[in-house]
């Protein structure tokens, strides 16, 4: 039965419907609400995906998110690189780079597939091969390591 017919029977004095009435009521809005929530949670667990895998994320993850989900990811991080060229002086502030206070400003490391040339600050170049070994500046590196580019060596 529709709602409508319930609307109409319990106008006419079915008093027996208005339970039913209120119950399914109660059951969209409960529906609703737990909708709500799952949407909210997969936001914030796009969101995460910014700071965990930089602004390009894998096809892996993202062949399961919604159209919708892929365009808020994409102002999600176009606000964020806005905000991070507005403070820190002229090159801006990126706030993605050490997340956990480093214990030293050089780390080192291990690549883990062929990458190419790779340039740091001091304009020194660098040809990241496969299994080659450098100690490189913790923050230069570090978006390299989340995207499985390098590894980090333990001593």
């Known amino acids: 039965r529709g709602s409508s017919s319930f609307r109409s029977e319990a106008k006419s004095g079915r008093t027996d419907l208005i339970f039913l009435i209120r119950f ?8 609703q ?25 894998p096809n892996t993850i993202q062949f399961h998110m919604s159209t919708e989900e892929v365009e808020w990811f994409n102002r999600y991080k176009k606000s964020l690189a806005t905000y991070m060229r507005s403070v820190g002086g002229e090159e801006g502030l990126d706030l993605t780079q050490d997340i956990k206070p480093p214990k030293s400003l050089y780390i080192e490391v291990r690549c883990l597939r062929d990458y ?7 304009g020194t170049t660098i040809l990241l091969k496969k299994n ?8 230069k590196c570090e978006q390299l390591i989340r995207q499985g580019v390098l590894e980090h060596i333990l001593s």
């Open 24 to 31: 399914r009521h109660c059951y969209l809005l409960r529906n």
């Open 116 to 122: 190419g040339e790779f340039e740091i600050d001091d």
């Open 33 to 57: 609400r737990c909708i709500l929530a799952y949407l909210y949670d997969r936001l914030l667990r796009i969101r995460a995906l910014r700071w965990e895998y930089g602004s390009v994320l």
């Open 132 to 139: 080659s070994q450098h100690f490189l500046p913790r923050w």
